[in-house]
């Protein structure tokens, strides 16, 4: 019971501040981030005491997390855990009260009026076509070979990475959160606070043609992560540039463009030629594939319900304070310096914080897992340096939150502080899942990126001139 009883106080005053938070600004988007963090923080917490407590009756529910146990460590209700949930509990009302404390107060405050920019939509359908093509012919040979072979582009493509694949999944990136930045400002068709763009049936079409060869692309190589972040940008773009009342046909049509590729990937990555050509061929394939088929609607249910996202980062706290591994006292900031260095000056960069982990856990497998942005501070500062992760984060986010509106006649700087505060926390899911050195990825990857191409796509203003709300 002290495991609940923690957890839940733990909750209870993370909730309350964003209650309080959310009072403070009116801002659903700020509330969504909170939920993202702590999706990925503490929500795998509940489900792991309730196994313990109950002899694993989670897994007649769907939970399928325990394979992380054996190839990990197993996971145990002992002071080691309850120390785990507490250092959480800590980095999230961190971030939590740092925000309420700094951020604006602005639920009631009318958003100054600003002079809208025009995009066009062509250039982001090129764009992200442009991305598309080129990630595909990065890793070109690479998909051709698991064609050959018969096997999942998706499992071949990871476990046969070229020298080449860093920029292919960069590519990728670029490519989704082109075409659902795009998605959402026409969604917002006019009435976009500052970001407006044409409308019509050809966009539309145009649209959605770019959006079934994107899409259908990353799900057959299996990048949920880059399909939940483009949604996630294009959400709070949705969100950010609406200056009326938001409609609930617009939010239902970007929700199930979003959902449904998100909801099937799983079935779509799995696929091979090789089962394909089994099942014309051979008839017991064709009843084991229908049987498959049956039962894959119970497995996304599933899949969305439980989705292992939950455990995975959140066992890395417990494995760092159960192997004792001590602590590095700042070795991820000399990596997140060097990793600003070209590797053409300085090609041995020093190992970053999972790989300290990995070796602190007696981990030597290849399967790559993934170390929560909390026990990345834990083992660089000890727990002092789970307050100061939490309070550098919500200082970070405040901080942009404060300038969202600022005044500026480049369009570059007006387009960066509009969207950056939600820029960052649609980056959280990817954020939460590394250590400090993922600041650089939040820069460049999470703000810069998406701030340039959406900037690209007002170097040449459309024909039809944009409106004023």
Request: charged share 15%.
């Amino acid at each position: 019971m002290p495991y609940f009883l923690t957890l839940g106080l733990l909750s209870a005053i993370f909730f309350t501040l964003v209650i309080l938070l959310w009072k403070k600004t009116g801002n659903m988007m700020i509330v969504i981030g909170m939920l993202l963090l702590y999706y990925w923080t503490l929500a795998g917490a509940w489900f792991i005491i309730y196994d313990q407590l109950t002899g694993n009756a989670g897994e007649r529910w769907g939970l399928h997390y325990y394979s992380y146990f054996d190839k990990l460590f197993p996971v145990a209700l002992n002071p080691d855990y309850l120390r785990s949930i507490l250092y959480y509990g800590i980095f999230l009302i961190s971030i939590a009260g740092i925000l309420w404390w700094r951020a604006p107060a602005t639920k009631n405050a009318s958003r100054p009026k600003q002079e809208p920019i025009a995009v066009h939509h062509g250039l982001f359908i090129l764009i992200s076509l442009v991305s598309m093509a080129a990630s595909f012919l990065l890793v070109r040979t690479s998909i051709l070979d698991a064609l050959h072979a018969g096997e999942s582009i998706y499992a071949y493509t990871r476990l046969h990475p070229n020298h080449l694949f860093t920029l292919h999944q960069i590519a990728n990136e670029v490519s989704i959160i082109s075409l659902m930045a795009g998605i959402a400002i026409l969604l917002n068709r006019n009435s976009g606070f500052l970001l407006q763009g044409q409308t019509g049936r050809p966009w539309w079409l145009a649209y959605g043609f770019n959006f079934i060869l994107v899409v259908l692309y990353l799900m057959i190589l299996g990048n949920k992560h880059d399909l939940l972040l483009g949604g996630l940008i294009g959400c709070f773009i949705l969100w950010r540039n609406e200056s009326g009342r938001a409609r609930l046909s617009k939010w239902t049509v970007y929700a199930l463009m979003v959902l449904l590729p998100l909801m099937s990937v799983d079935a779509i990555r799995g696929f091979t030629w090789k089962n394909k050509a089994m099942t014309a061929t051979s008839p017991a394939p064709v009843v084991q594939e229908k049987k498959s088929a049956a039962a894959r609607v119970s497995g996304i249910i599933d899949n969305i319900l439980f989705n292992d996202e939950m455990f995975a980062a959140h066992m890395s706290m417990y494995g760092a304070v159960h192997f004792k591994i001590e602590p590095t006292w700042g070795s991820s900031v000399v990596a997140l310096s060097a990793s600003f260095v070209p590797r053409a000056v300085l090609p041995n960069r020093p190992p970053d914080i999972y790989a300290y982990y990995t070796r602190g856990i007696h981990y030597h497998e290849e399967q790559g897992f993934t170390i929560h942005h909390a026990t990345g501070w834990y083992l660089n500062f000890g727990w002092p340096g789970v307050v100061l992760g939490g309070c550098c984060f919500g200082w970070l986010w405040s901080w942009l939150l404060r300038r969202e509106n600022t005044p500026n006649r480049r369009k570059l700087w007006r387009v960066f502080f509009f969207l950056a505060p939600y820029l960052l926390a649609a980056f959280i899911p990817n954020f939460i899942r590394s250590g400090m050195e993922v600041y650089k990825a939040v820069l460049l990857e999470g703000i810069c990126i998406p701030c340039l191409i959406i900037f690209a796509a007002t170097l040449i203003p459309p024909r039809t001139k944009a409106v004023q709300p």
